[in-house]
């Protein structure tokens, strides 16, 4: 079994920073590429930020500039670092990763349960 848990989301002003934490529980044998993806109220889940097993990135446009992802492969946790946080990044974040539980196991997706995002003043 394994779970992937945020944290560190919160309500914070605009200009205002927050760094989101997803962190891989369970037999993982390793992990491929892990992302954030977000969901606003009625609107469609996007994919925020993607980082890949060799550490390469990918952002939206809507937030590059802003926000990095990294990751520590040592802890099984991916980082979001939001910066210049603006209204229209409230949301729900979630953390998501492509992992083996055992050698030559076939990747598969796990999602977390979400992290609220709110960006108010």
């Known amino acids: 079994q394994v779970q992937l848990v945020e944290s560190g989301g919160g309500l914070v002003q605009p200009g205002g920073s927050l760094r989101l934490s997803c962190v891989a529980f369970?037999?993982?044998?390793?992990?491929?590429?892990m992302a954030w993806f977000r969901q606003a109220p009625g609107k469609q889940r996007e994919l925020v930020a993607h980082?890949?097993?060799?550490?390469?990135?990918n952002y939206a446009d809507s937030v590059k500039g802003r926000f990095t992802v990294s990751r520590d492969n040592a802890k099984n946790t991916v980082y979001l670092q939001m910066d210049s946080l603006q209204p229209e990044d409230t949301a729900v974040y979630y953390c998501?990763?492509?992992?083996?539980?055992?050698?030559?196991?076939?990747?598969?997706?796990?999602w977390g349960q979400g992290t609220q995002v709110t960006v108010s003043s």
């Open positions: 369970g037999t993982i044998f390793s992990i491929n590429d």
């Open positions: 998501y990763a492509s992992l083996r539980t055992m050698p030559h196991h076939e990747n598969v997706p796990f």
């Open positions: 980082i890949l097993i060799d550490s390469h990135t």
